[in-house]
């Protein structure tokens, strides 16, 4: 069963010419002589003085940019926006029409959102094109500004334009993608106004916008997006249209990631949103591959402030950059978010990469990724890696690919965190509501995204879980399908290293488990008691929730 993901030609100027007449012609009179006369007609003495040439400048598509973002490569270097096909010579060609948002309360949609009985009003920025040539024909005029805080769009319009092109050549002259020939819509500085407390608020963060995605939603806003769009906004510090590698991520996500890699699903062991953890990295490994750097997201993604809007912390700030040769490992590094859970994947990605060179790596990692579905997890991905080098370099490189999915347990792993890992990468479980699914094969509850194990010493008799659960968020809350409400779980065990295993079943409601203990969570605890003792050894327990969606973040657990 498939869930919804929760989840960016040269033109030659016309040289006018001043003046009247041809400039090797004699002046003339208004009357002509008569024609016996016209011999006598003397030469002026001195011709009219030459008439100065008025022209308007060459259109020449030079610009300024930075090659990867103000921090990795702080100055900013001459380039050519290739592709330009607008008349006006708006940031607009074959491949990406780019606009910049503008903070107007005047002309910009109006959306009332209700906050659980409070109506608050927002307004939204109004995009349009602002990058236009200077008087030498060129954008080269346009730099950055003295701070994020001061921009007004242009030059993010010229970085986005840009790095979009460089992407898109990418793809398809090093690799035959076609699929991105056509212009993607993108918005940078997106912002809105808070008429509570008279604020424009930005959000940090970036996105890829599929068709329609903004009105299921449920808001009437129209932006002037034609199909699938990336959208960038970033903080007063931090615009997130200046980091490269961001660009090149979102567009990533167009160009693999809109039809394949972008839902969650369910299978034997619950909700499985892999195939959005994979979608994360192979946006990060192209990003990186393109700026031959393993970090991503550099600048506009490390220290971050929280978001405040009218003296409210909405968001944490911090560093949320990836780098992909930090090692993780599976099980032991999931998180159930996808990014966090990217990094896992794309480190075994980016050693291949160092392995085989960038060009053999791209080449294997492209052509699996081509093969993937909505439904593919770590497991198929990696093997269709593997596939892919044999095929393409031989045996060698397969070695090396498997070794390096191998030894970070990407190949058949169990979704089962041990409990004292939950919350350590400062990320809780989202625990989904039952109306997340519609229709519900299960009676009533909905499984988890991840499974719990623990080790139960020798000689217990009573072993007391305590976990602590927020309530709020989950899929269902996002995209209006349920989760108001506390969550009400229940545990669901089994002994041994395998995780709790599910069956669907036939109809709603029908599915199963092979679960052999089943206990209620009461007052956020958990109790198994045994007089004659506990079995010894490890153990595996899955959550069900029939209440509302919430956030686990962490379980204690205690033995006697």
């Not at 060609?93 to 109006?110: I, L, N, Q």
């Not at 997106?190 to 903004?214: R, S």
């Not at 090396?400 to 190949?411: A, H, N």
């Amino acid at each position: 069963m498939k869930l919804p993901r929760r989840h960016a030609f040269a033109f030659v100027g016309v040289i006018l010419v001043g003046g009247c007449g041809d400039d090797d012609k004699r002046g003339t009179s208004e009357t002509a002589p008569d024609a016996e006369t016209i011999d006598e007609v003397s030469e002026p003495e001195t011709s009219e003085p030459e008439v100065e040439v008025e022209t308007t400048p060459e259109f020449s598509p030079q610009a300024m940019v930075y090659r990867i973002d103000p921090l990795t490569t702080p100055e900013v270097e001459e380039v050519t926006l290739e592709h330009l096909t607008a008349e006006d010579h708006t940031l607009v060609g074959s491949y990406a029409r780019v606009r910049s948002c503008t903070p107007d309360v005047e002309r910009g949609a109006k959306i009332p959102i209700d906050l659980g009985g409070i109506q608050l009003n927002v307004t939204a920025c109004v995009p349009e094109s602002k990058a236009l040539p200077g008087e030498d024909g060129t954008y080269r005029h346009i730099v950055p500004p003295a701070s994020a805080a001061e921009d007004d769009g242009r030059f993010a319009e010229v970085m986005m334009y840009h790095h979009m092109q460089v992407i898109h050549d990418y793809f398809r002259d090093v690799h035959g993608l076609t699929d991105r020939d056509h212009p993607l819509d993108a918005i940078t500085n997106v912002q809105a106004h808070v008429d509570l407390c008279d604020q424009w608020a930005m959000i940090a963060n970036a996105a890829f916008v599929p068709d329609g995605a903004i009105e299921q939603l449920g808001f009437d806003l129209d932006l002037g997006i034609e199909g699938d769009a990336i959208v960038f906004s970033g903080t007063t510090s931090r615009n997130f249209s200046y980091d490269a590698a961001v660009i090149y991520h979102e567009y990533t996500h167009a160009m693999l990631g809109a039809t394949r890699l972008n839902a969650a699903f369910l299978d034997d062991q619950g909700i499985n949103n892999l195939p959005g953890a994979l979608n994360e990295a192979y946006a990060d490994y192209f990003a990186g591959t393109i700026t031959d750097e393993s970090a991503v997201g550099n600048y506009a993604l490390n220290d971050i402030e929280g978001i405040t809007i009218c003296g409210f912390q909405l968001g944490g700030g911090g560093n949320a950059g990836r780098d992909m040769q930090v090692d993780k490992t599976c099980p032991f590094d999931l998180t159930a978010e996808v990014h966090a859970d990217s990094e896992i994947f794309s480190s075994a990605l980016w050693e291949i990469r160092e392995a085989l060179g960038h060009a053999d790596a791209d080449r294997v990692i492209l052509s699996a990724v081509l093969s993937l579905t909505e439904a593919s997890d770590f497991t198929i991905a990696a093997e269709a890696t593997i596939a892919q080098a044999e095929e393409l370099l031989g045996e060698a490189a397969r070695a090396t690919v498997e070794k390096s999915f191998t030894d970070r347990g990407l190949i058949d792993c169990a979704r089962v965190l041990p409990v004292e890992r939950v919350g350590q990468r400062g990320l809780p479980v989202t625990i989904e509501s039952a109306e997340a699914m519609s229709p519900n094969p299960f009676p009533g509850w909905a499984p988890g995204y991840l499974q719990y194990g623990f080790e139960v010493p020798e000689g217990t008799t009573r072993v007391t879980l305590k976990l602590t659960v927020q309530a709020g968020g989950g899929l269902g809350g996002l995209l209006g399908g349920g989760g108001g409400g506390e969550p009400e779980l229940e545990a669901v065990f089994k002994q041994g290293e395998a995780p709790v295993r599910y069956t669907l079943g036939i109809g709603v409601g029908s599915g199963s488990h092979d679960g052999t203990l089943v206990v209620p969570v009461a007052d956020g605890q958990i109790v198994i008691e045994d007089e004659a003792g506990v079995a010894a050894g490890a153990w595996t327990f899955a959550l069900h929730n029939s209440g509302g969606a919430g956030a686990l973040s962490k379980i204690e657990v205690a033995f006697e």
